[in-house]
């Protein structure tokens, strides 16, 4: 959620990016206690008057960043997930996802995520409120379509399923020989297929 603009220019989304980029790559190196908004708007090459006309806080810039990295391409909006089969849309962002999933980046952001939701909760509160709930609702909302369909049980409980499916990606990838995209790829088929969201694998 980004701090309210007053009159003048209109923004700059290059110079939203090398922010939000620079953000991210300190969060990752440092973690939120090693992060401040002036070492970001140096990284950036931007003031750090520049950086506050966007965010408030260094959370609320830190949350967005994560969210930016982690939606590329593999979030669909929500007028596929009220419009599209769910399998459909399953199948179109898994390629994607496993790519995202099997990088040594999303390794490295997905441990210091879990780490910062003890030791800086804020961070993680404006992030679940903002990013998470959000996309919660629109896997619950591919779920129900899915009960509909008839490969989701209608007794089934949407937030385990939930929880199931996300809590499976990040126990396979702060494994210790984490897999590779096309592992990623098998695995996740298999996770979503026993959610009800793939179809059954060919005999």
């Known amino acids: ?119 800086h909760p804020v961070l993680m509160e404006i992030y679940w409120r903002h990013y998470v709930l959000p996309r919660r609702e629109l896997a619950a909302a591919m779920l129900r379509r899915a009960q509909q369909d008839g490969t989701v049980a209608l007794d089934a409980d949407l937030d385990v399923l939930i929880d199931m499916m996300a809590g499976a990606v990040t126990y396979r990838v702060l494994q210790p020989d984490p897999p590779d995209a096309a592992e990623m790829l098998r695995y996740l088929t298999a996770v979503y297929r026993q959610a009800g969201l793939c179809p059954p694998a060919e005999e």
Not at 3 to 10: E, K, N, V, W, Y
Not at 109 to 118: D, F, K, N, Y
């Open 1 to 119: 959620m980004t701090a309210t603009r007053g009159r003048g220019r209109p923004r700059d989304p290059e110079t939203d990016a090398s922010i939000l980029s620079a953000a991210l790559e300190l969060f990752v190196e440092r973690g939120v206690e090693g992060t401040s908004i002036e070492q970001v708007a140096k990284r950036a090459g931007v003031g750090k008057l520049t950086v506050y006309r966007r965010w408030s806080s260094k959370e609320e810039l830190l949350a967005q960043a994560i969210e930016q990295w982690v939606s590329t391409e593999v979030t669909p909006s929500a007028a596929d997930v009220y419009a599209l089969p769910p399998q459909a849309i399953v199948e179109r962002v898994l390629p994607a996802a496993a790519e995202m999933a099997a990088s040594p980046g999303f390794r490295a952001l997905v441990s210091r995520i879990m780490g910062s939701a003890v030791s």
